[in-house]
């Protein structure tokens, strides 16, 4: 079972090139089909044109060794099939992931439809 908060380290290509930390925002099942879909973001290290609406760092997370952001604008909707490919990770902490989530609310990477799922933690 995979649920908001979750860590996969692997490449969503299934190509394995170019693996990184992804988190899960939301599990969904869309209708009319059986299978489901999450909505997952990476996190990548930081740079000067990181996207500060949720920078990540040491204590954050077992995985993360330096200063990181979410990449929102690289936001995907993938099976959750496929996230079997990946390695499974510590999850998120519940403070963290109300952090990543309320970034989605304040980046101006974020896509439309993805930021009219995702709840603002403070409703």
Not at 31 to 44: C, H, N, R
Not at 52 to 80: E, I, M, T, W
Request: proline share 6%; net charge neutral; glycine share 6%.
């Amino acid at each position: 079972m995979v649920a908001a908060g979750d860590a996969f380290h692997f490449d969503p290509d299934l190509a394995g090139g170019n693996p990184h930390l992804w988190v899960v925002l939301h599990v969904f099942t869309p209708e009319l089909d059986t299978e489901e879909y999450a909505w997952i973001v990476s996190i990548t290290t930081w740079n000067a044109q990181g996207d500060d609406a949720c920078q990540l760092n040491r204590g954050d997370h077992p995985f993360l060794h330096h200063l990181s952001y979410v990449f929102y604008r690289k936001a995907l909707q993938v099976p959750v099939a496929n996230l079997a490919a990946g390695h499974k990770r510590e999850s998120f902490s519940p403070a963290v992931l109300r952090r990543i989530l309320l970034g989605v609310h304040t980046s101006r990477n974020v896509a439309r439809k993805l930021r009219q799922i995702i709840r603002h933690p403070g409703a």
